[in-house]
């Protein structure tokens, strides 16, 4: 599992390759903000109730699950679930081809 702090390092380190000086690196607080900017933008459009559709990452989408009857089976009785949000990721299709191991094929004259 990744944390947060290192997303973030990752990302300064990636921005600053070949930056040297001061005045020419952007500084790690500065990418830190852009990234908390980016989350809270995110998960405010989720708690809206919008889609959000990140291009060659992924989809994240707002479903309404119906209330339903369950049965509890500690208490051996049924309970009555409400109606509730549910926010559900689709992968975008290059990651998950690449996630796979799948590659084009390749035709083998023998």
Known sequence: MILKPEVI???????NVDKVG???RLRYVDIELIINEFLGELS???IDGEDVNLRG????????RKGRIAFDTIH???IRL???RV????ISKEIDKYIR???RFEVIDE
């Open 82 to 84: 409400p109606e509730r």
């Open 57 to 64: 990452f992924g989809k994240f989408v707002s479903n309404t």
């Open 44 to 46: 405010q459009c989720m």
């Open 76 to 78: 051996r009785q049924k």
């Open 101 to 103: 191991g799948e590659k």
């Open 22 to 24: 001061y005045k020419e």
């Open 9 to 15: 390092r990752k990302v300064w380190e990636k921005v």
């Open 87 to 90: 926010i559900k990721f689709n």
